[in-house]
Nanobody, 123 residues
Framework: VQLQASGGGSVQAGGSLRLSCAAS????????IGWARQAPGKERKMISC?????????YYEDSVKGRFTVSRDNAKNTVYLQMTSLKPDDTALYYC????????????????WGQGTQVTVSS
């Protein structure tokens, strides 16, 4: 069972990136999926998540609200994080995980973290 985050890179401020979280050994359609990030010298922080059935609106941490969009394509077993208007403060290692605040009652529980993908935003 693995999650693989990809799509990171180096961009200038104002640019965009789309991160992907692909799964092997599990169906992402069965889980709420979260995106967290860890900047150098800081604790890992949840920034967005999407519920299993998308009945409830996704969660966005205030610093990314209006700039990041989480979505899922269950047919491709992938969850995305579209990031726009990137800022240097967005520089971090980004992780996807099944352990998020979007976990709902009745959802199956399985804690899995991807290995992280680096996003670097220069001014």
């Amino acid at each position: 069972v693995q999650l693989q985050a990809s799509g990171g890179g180096s961009v200038q401020a104002g640019g965009s990136l789309r991160l992907s979280c692909a799964a092997s050994g599990l169906s992402l359609a069965d889980y709420a999926i979260g995106w967290a990030r860890q900047a150098p010298g800081k604790e890992r922080k949840m920034i967005s998540c999407i519920t299993r059935r998308e009945i409830i609106s996704p969660y966005y941490e205030d610093s990314v609200k209006g700039r990041f969009t989480v979505s899922r394509d269950n047919a491709k077993n992938t969850v995305y994080l579209q990031m726009t208007s990137l800022k240097p403060d967005d520089t971090a290692l980004y992780y996807c995980t099944t352990n998020s605040p979007c976990y709902g009652a009745g959802d199956p529980w399985l804690e899995v973290w991807g290995q992280g993908t680096q996003v670097t935003v220069s001014s």
